[in-house]
């Protein structure tokens, strides 16, 4: 089955904790992001990547940090800068240079204690 | 600055009715939309898209009307069913160096009941 897997599906940290969010896919995309979503507000862009080892910021990149390594994989890391952490973090892929929709991913949500 | 703009944060319907779901744009770049339906705890799923250079894009039960002059879009559903009820995003993308990155509204949640 292709499709993208987010784990784990609940996390709880300690405020001032780094903590690392995976993404994998295998519908062979070159593209892959990752949003966040606040109750009430829509979905917003943290990163994207358009290829291995490149990627760039989206609208509030701040306190992230990402890397892509793999063409599968592209994990998020929320680091003690971001001073609002707790939220549902959603990754997707698309094939890159594309008007096709993005793929989702089930979704982290993540909890600072 | 919200460039994609759901105004109505609910909508509901009775099984059978037609559901609109209306999104509004400011930036004259986007030439992409995307409508999206989303449950609780989950992610998105893709239910239809319009380029800026149809003005009507229909699938099943689903039509999204796009009118570039007023930078407004709507999803209608027809007949609406109680498994439709979900959140619903409109998203937009425009050419150039933001390729493939969708800014998307607040959504709107759909009610319908039975």
């Known amino acids: 089955d292709g499709g993208i897997t987010q784990s784990p599906k609940y996390l709880f940290r300690k405020e001032g904790q780094n903590v690392t969010l995976s993404c994998e896919q295998n519908?062979?995309?070159?593209?892959m992001y990752w949003y966040r979503q606040d109750p009430g507000q829509g979905l917003r862009l943290i990163y994207y990547s358009q290829i291995v080892n490149d990627f760039q910021k989206g609208d509030i990149a701040e306190g992230y940090s990402v890397s892509r390594e793999k063409k599968e994989s592209f994990p998020l890391t929320v680091t003690s800068a971001q001073k609002n952490p707790t939220a549902f973090y959603l990754c997707a892929s698309s094939y890159s240079g594309s008007r096709d929709e993005q793929f989702f991913g089930p979704g982290t949500r993540l909890t600072v204690l | 600055d919200q460039q994609v703009k759901q105004n109505s944060p609910s909508l509901s319907v009775q099984e059978g009715r037609i559901s609109i779901l209306n999104c509004d744009y400011t930036?004259?770049?986007?030439?992409?939309f995307l409508w999206y339906k989303k449950y609780p705890a989950e992610g998105p799923t893709f239910l239809i898209s319009?380029?800026?250079?149809?003005d009507k894009n229909e699938d099943g039960r689903f039509t999204v009307f796009l009118n570039k002059s007023a930078k407004h879009l709507s999803l209608h559903i027809v007949p609406s069913q109680p498994g439709d009820s979900a959140v619903y995003f409109c998203a937009a993308s425009g050419g150039g160096t933001s390729y493939g990155k969708l800014t998307f509204g607040q959504g709107t949640i759909l009610t319908v009941h039975p």
């Open positions: 930036n004259s770049m986007f030439d992409y």
């Open positions: 319009i380029s800026s250079i149809k």
């Open positions: 519908l062979n995309h070159d593209a």
